[in-house]
């Protein structure tokens, strides 16, 4: 069974730098795509991009680019979501999501992770 | 980017009726559109991709059509689990996108 687990949530400061994880399981991580999509509260869903654990190949959405940084460790099959200065409207859940070995179809989705950025 | 309109925002249906959700792409997509459901303080489902295959273990009562730029989500008899929101979303080009939402809601 796939499945893919989120870090916890999260309460950080404006200016703070954060990571958050997903963990894939029940498939060879090196070979499905792994996704970000946000969900600001209340709100819709929102792509942010896309990463490809085999050879790290990553897409960011060009409201995303520049703004956060994608990657995974093929070793412990985990990808990731980062920040290097949080503000105050990253405040979001934010999923982690496959589509598996190709397209964007999302056919499985972690359990998302609360990001809260407030001072 | 490739804008998806969904319609309407909101409905409100009961238990047993047909209800119809029109998602609108601002240009040509083949049949690459996807619906998902998504329930309150869930991740969302996948319902449908290629415009009408059934993902599976989803009830054949949920069906879609469409290709190009218009698409139609239905749920032919309403359940109590379908109240959520649902959205639309285009798999022809990066970036996808999703549609703003739908909410279904009990009448």
């Known amino acids: 069974e796939v499945q893919l687990v989120q870090s916890g949530a999260e309460v950080k400061k404006p200016g703070e730098s954060l990571k958050i994880s997903c963990k894939g399981s029940g498939y060879s991580f090196t070979s499905y795509w792994i996704g970000w999509v946000r969900q600001m509260p209340g709100k819709g869903l929102e792509w942010m991009g896309i990463i490809y654990p085999g050879d790290s190949d990553t897409r960011y959405s060009p409201s995303f680019q520049g703004q956060v940084t994608i990657s995974a460790d093929k070793s412990i099959s985990t990808a990731y979501l980062q920040w290097s200065s949080l503000k105050a409207s990253d405040t979001a859940m934010y999923y982690c999501?496959?589509?598996?070995?190709?397209?964007?179809?999302?056919?499985?989705w972690g359990q998302g992770t609360l990001v809260t950025v407030s001072s | 980017d490739i804008q998806m309109t969904q319609s309407p925002s909101s409905v409100s249906a009961s238990v047993g009726d047909r209800v119809t959700i029109t998602c609108r792409a601002s240009q040509g997509i083949s049949s690459w559109l996807a619906w998902y459901q998504q329930k309150p303080g869930k991740a969302p489902k996948l319902l449908i991709y290629a415009a009408s295959s059934l993902q599976s273990g989803v009830p054949s009562r949920f069906s879609g059509s469409g290709s190009g730029t218009d698409f139609t989500l239905t749920i032919s008899s309403l359940q109590p689990e379908d109240f959520a929101t649902y959205y639309c979303q285009q798999a022809n080009s990066f970036p996808p996108t999703f549609g703003q939402g739908t909410k279904l809601e009990i009448k």
């Open positions: 999501a496959s589509p598996g070995t190709s397209g964007y179809d999302l056919d499985y």
